[in-house]
């Protein structure tokens, strides 16, 4: 048997809730209990990720941030058309770890039960080709700060996290 649920949006406040679940052989006339209850959501949105790029290796952890996200066994992740585990965070974050993918931009979109996935509108994932550092000038500076270092390679990607830390600090 197949059954499609109807829209609950304006019965339902909380991320979950919890309904029972009847089933009829009769045409409508009776309902019987099935003893399950079918778990309403309300719908996730992502509105962004942090960082929005990656090797085309894989393995970069990315954050999702958002809302009405919620624990489940089923959390998964699609960069494009591959699937890749979630983690939940806390109703607003997620994270997921971006799978190998040839270079190019691809949506990014979650699912909270493994079946129904919400991309968010302009959300995408850019697979780079590692970046390499070819040399740095110049390799001492005053304790006092402020000397302008020049990192030179190739694949760096322009984006406002791209930075340089010397030491732990």
């Known amino acids: 048997i197949w059954c499609t649920t109807e829209d609950t949006t304006s019965t339902i406040s909380a991320i979950t809730t919890a309904r029972p ?14 003893g399950f209850k079918f778990n309403f959501l309300l719908p996730a949105t992502v509105v962004a990720l942090s960082p929005n790029h ?26 494009g058309l591959e699937e890749s585990p979630g983690r939940y965070v806390s109703p607003t974050e997620l994270l997921c770890v971006s799978p190998p ?5 691809l949506p990014l979109s979650i699912s909270l039960n493994g079946k129904d996935f919400v991309v968010g509108e302009g959300v995408e994932f850019q697979y780079n080709i590692g970046m390499s550092v070819d040399g740095v ?14 990192v030179s390679g190739t694949n760096f990607i322009n984006t406002t996290s791209l930075a340089c830390k010397f030491g732990s600090n």
């Open 21 to 34: 679940l009847y089933v009829t052989f009769d045409n409508n006339e009776y309902y019987t209990y099935t």
């Open 54 to 79: 990656g090797s085309v290796l894989g393995g970069t952890v990315v954050q999702v941030r958002g809302t009405n996200f919620r624990k489940s066994q089923y959390l998964s992740c699609k960069f």
């Open 101 to 105: 993918h040839a270079v190019g931009v």
């Open 137 to 150: 000038f110049p390799r001492l500076g005053n304790t006092d700060g402020n000397t302008v270092v020049t």
